[in-house]
């Protein structure tokens, strides 16, 4: 059935201080020969995933900017642009927008105009003083059309271009106004060929074309065109023009950049006959984890990681690590913590990263902090390696996001190599984020001579397995499928785990809650008779990820958790290994899973649950890929 289905249609990166909750958005500019309204909608369609409340579009032709925006998804937008067709151009830009300072409506969506409709900017992130400057220009006569922040930087940039600035240099004369996160895109009627861009505590990217050129919040938006980017560097603005690209810093001084070819083409980016692309990336797994495993091993035998920029003599006085992620990576790096503490006997913590920095945490310079991020853009996480910096400690990421400004401002990175994930839920960041963290824990265990080379080799042989089996579960999802078309109106549904089982109960039960809206709580087995337990009534569906069988203590005592929701009338998902009698006896649906070393279990028990939460969504009538309330990463606290 799953074949159908992956064949028949069910089947893509800034801060601002404390205090201020938002999500992000998604910009594109371009300049070329080509038709600059397919070529921006397409790059939105392709930025959807960072917000998708609002949309707009603003291009220059003969000498004048024709705006459109729409409150809703993008598709309203482009009935819009059908209904009232745009002159055709090649210069312009868009925005899909999630809201912070103002509710998504039409009038506050992106572009904002300044000078009279002479200048059009588009905004990512949060302007702080806003309400300062807003104050200030209201004072001038200066009438505002929206409740954003953004628009008092398209009337500063248009003032600045009024007063006889050039784009650029109106550009830098109004980033030295704001106080926030932001990337600016800009474009002036009077000014043929050119987008502007700035940015600060937030991404945006250059992709490099023959005779045109792109900007973008993620290279997803520009993939089909080239794959070659250009890393803009922190407090930059860049000047695109058909043939020419110019970096300055905000004070104008030459700036450095890095360009990079990007290593997946269009394909990845798009659904590719899935229904979803959360679908997509479940199914994506196997081959994500393999390629995140590929060429760590080198002609000596040895485990090794490319930009692990930290001295062996650095790791080898490490005394303490802590872990800090959010959300679906958080999980990932609980799981570390077993599979880290076990191989290296260093003592590892694990923070929610925004706990972090806020519980004052004791960090030394032998003090190793290991950040995990899918987008590397996350601002929580990016903040807490800012603290840990400077309290001197070593901060190692682990990112799905070549450069990326979690990556940037870390001493170290292992690249996961999922490729984009673009469904709001993380399947393929988590498991790939897995691999990561084991690869970690061995080249620890490795430079401080815990393990023995053949000992390492052989766990890295299993990790390599893990695609196969991997596949195996893919392979076999009928119960799955049924089991969530049974489950449309449960009112609640819990997840257990011990162990390494204990963060893929929480997973579980996140995956459920962010896609299908349904209440789902995961819980430490061992913990349920502490509280938990009075949950459980007559038929509340129970999910429980059962240890692989050598574990025995831990084994059993799972079984007996089973035992205890079961005399409850609880009715038992078992995820355990094939075979497993014990495990079967009190399952009500079981679903077997490949043998593998407990402490990689997490990389196939995880596969069902995902599909699960996908279906149960899917089936509810939800977008899964955009859930409400959520945008694929968190680029303010
Ligand atoms: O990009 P990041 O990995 O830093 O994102 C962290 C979380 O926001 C993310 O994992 C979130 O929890 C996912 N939507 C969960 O599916």
């Known amino acids: 059935m799953i074949e159908t289905r992956r064949h028949q249609g069910f089947g893509p990166t800034g801060v601002s201080s404390p205090g201020k909750v938002a999500f992000m958005c998604g910009i594109v500019g371009y300049v070329g020969p080509r038709d600059a309204r397919s070529v921006i909608l397409a790059g939105l369609k392709r930025m959807e995933y960072r917000g998708y409340d609002s949309a707009g579009i603003a291009l220059v032709a003969d000498g004048h900017i024709d705006i459109r925006k729409k409150s809703g998804k993008l598709a309203n937008l482009v009935a819009e642009l059908e209904s009232n067709p745009i002159p055709a151009s090649h210069q312009g830009i868009g925005h899909t927008r999630w809201a912070t300072h ?334 990561a963290c084991y690869l970690l824990g061995l080249y620890l265990a490795q430079v401080r001579g815990n393990k023995f080379g053949d000992e ?10 893990i695609p196969e089996k991997m596949d195996q579960v893919l392979d076999d999802l009928e119960t799955v499928l049924t089991l969530a078309g049974n489950s449309l109106s449960e009112p609640s549904i819990l997840f257990l785990g011990r162990h390494v089982g204990y963060p893929v109960a929480l997973e579980g039960a996140l995956k459920l809650k962010e896609i299908s809206y349904l209440h789902a709580e995961g819980f430490a087995a061992g913990e349920l008779k502490h509280g938990p337990i009075a949950l459980v009534d007559k038929g509340l569906p129970i999910f429980v990820v059962v240890p692989p069988q050598g574990r025995d203590q831990i084994h059993d005592k799972v079984v007996s958790n089973i035992q205890e929701v079961r005399a409850r009338g609880a009715r038992t998902i078992v995820l355990a290994e094939r075979g497993d009698e014990e495990a079967m006896a009190f399952a009500d649906v079981f679903l077997p899973l490949p043998v593998v070393p407990t402490l990689f279990q997490p990389l196939l028990a995880i596969l069902p649950l995902q599909v699960y939460a996908c279906e149960v969504a899917t089936l509810k009538g939800y977008d899964v890929d955009q859930p409400r309330n959520l945008a694929k990463s968190v680029t303010v606290e």
């Open 102 to 435: 103002g509710g998504p409506t039409d009038d506050n969506a992106h572009p904002h105009l300044g000078a009279a409709g002479r200048v059009a900017l588009v905004h990512n992130g949060i302007i702080e003083n806003f309400a300062t400057l807003k104050a200030e220009l209201s004072a001038q006569g200066v009438v505002f059309t929206s409740q954003t922040d953004t628009e008092v930087a398209a009337h500063l940039l248009g003032r600045a271009i009024e007063s006889g600035l050039g784009l650029v240099e109106a550009m830098r004369s109004v980033v030295a106004r704001l106080e926030g996160a932001f990337t600016l895109v800009a474009i002036d009627s009077q000014t043929p060929d050119t987008v502007v861009a700035a940015r600060r505590n937030s991404p945006l990217v250059v992709g490099v074309g023959q005779g045109e050129n792109f900007l973008a919040s993620d290279v997803a938006s520009f993939i089909e065109y080239t794959q070659e980017a250009i890393e803009l560097g922190q407090d930059q603005i860049v000047e695109i023009k058909p043939d020419s690209i110019e970096v300055t810093g905000f004070d104008g001084s030459p700036a450095t950049t890095r360009p990079y070819h990007i290593d997946w083409d269009l394909s990845a980016a798009e659904k590719g006959g899935y229904d979803w692309f959360m679908r997509k990336e479940i199914f994506e797994q196997p081959k994500a984890v393999a390629d995140t495993l590929l060429g760590r091993i080198n002609t000596d035998g040895e485990l090794v990681l490319d930009e692990m920029n930290i001295e062996v003599s650095e790791l080898r006085t490490i005394d303490k690590i802590i872990v800090v992620a959010c959300g679906t990576a958080y999980h990932a790096g609980l799981i570390a913590k077993y599979a880290i503490e076990h191989w290296t006997r260093i003592p590892v913590e694990v923070d929610i990263a925004s706990e972090f920095r806020y519980r004052d945490p004791v960090i030394h310079r032998s003090t190793l902090v290991v950040t995990i991020s899918q987008s590397g853009e996350t601002a929580d996480t990016l903040q807490a390696i800012r603290h840990a910096r400077e309290q001197h400690a070593k901060v190692i990421s682990i990112c799905n996001t070549n450069g990326a400004t979690i990556p940037r401002e870390s001493d170290a990175v292992i690249y996961t190599h999922a490729g984009p994930e673009i469904g709001v839920a993380s399947t393929k960041g988590f498991t790939t984020q897995l691999i």
């Open 456 to 465: 390492i080799r052989s766990l890295v042989e299993e990790l390599e397995a």
